[in-house]
Every structure is written in C-alpha cells, then in structure tokens.
Nanobody, 125 residues
C-alpha cells in the first residue's frame, strides 16, 4: 500500500507559476513510475505528465509540453510538478498516482494503482 499526499495548489493569475508536490509513504517509492493527472468539473481525468522511477525519463501531454516539468527526489519520497505560464484552462484538481508495474511510462489513469486526494489549482484570467 502506498499513500500519496499532494500539496502546493492554489489560486494564481494567468502567466503565473505553481509547484505541486506529491509526498509518498513507504520505502518502495523509488521502484515506481509516477504520474500526474488533472480533472476539471464535468470532464474525465486527464493525463498531464509521468516520470520514471529512476528520474531519467519523462513523458508529457501536449498541453503540458514546454510549460510543465515533472521531477522527483527519491531520497525524500516526493515527486514534483512545476507549472509555468499557467492558463485558465489549466484550472482543475491535480492528482499524483503510482504505477506499480512501471514497465514503461503510461498515460491512461486506469494503469495507475494508487492515488492522492488531489489539490485544487485555479488560474484566473
């Protein structure tokens, strides 16, 4: 069992930045690929970014490329999502998730096994 806790969300103006954190419990954090997803009201959960367990590979949704950066610190059991140049359409609840299989980076939420409770990001125009 892995428990995940997101933090760092908030209200920011368009063009601003936020850094989300995802703190994980347990000693197996470094063996799992991590993903970030978001969900706006009335929409399905959407892939944002994923990072490999060894912090070498990353994979981004087109909407995140060039603006968001995913990273992790295995010594701290924490993953991060740095979000720059935020737009109103980035407004959503952001979730981090663990993929126990970790054979390759995945974008489907159905492939992830453990989820945090989410953190709200609101971007005003």
């Amino acid at each position: 069992q892995v428990q995940l806790v997101e933090s760092g969300g908030g209200l920011v103006q368009a063009g601003g930045s936020l850094r989300l954190s995802c703190a994980a419990s347990g000693r197996t954090f470094s063996t799992y690929n991590m993903g970030w997803f978001r969900q706006a009201p009335g929409t399905e959960r959407e892939f944002v970014a994923a990072i490999s367990r060894d912090d070498i590979s990353a994979y981004y949704a087109d909407s995140a490329k060039g603006r968001f950066t995913v990273s992790r610190d295995n010594a701290k059991n924490t993953a991060y999502l740095q979000m720059n140049s935020l737009k109103p359409e980035d407004t959503a609840v952001y979730y981090c998730a663990v993929d126990r299989d970790s054979a390759f980076l995945k974008s489907s939420p159905h492939e992830y096994d453990y989820w945090g409770q989410g953190t709200q990001v609101t971007v005003s125009s």
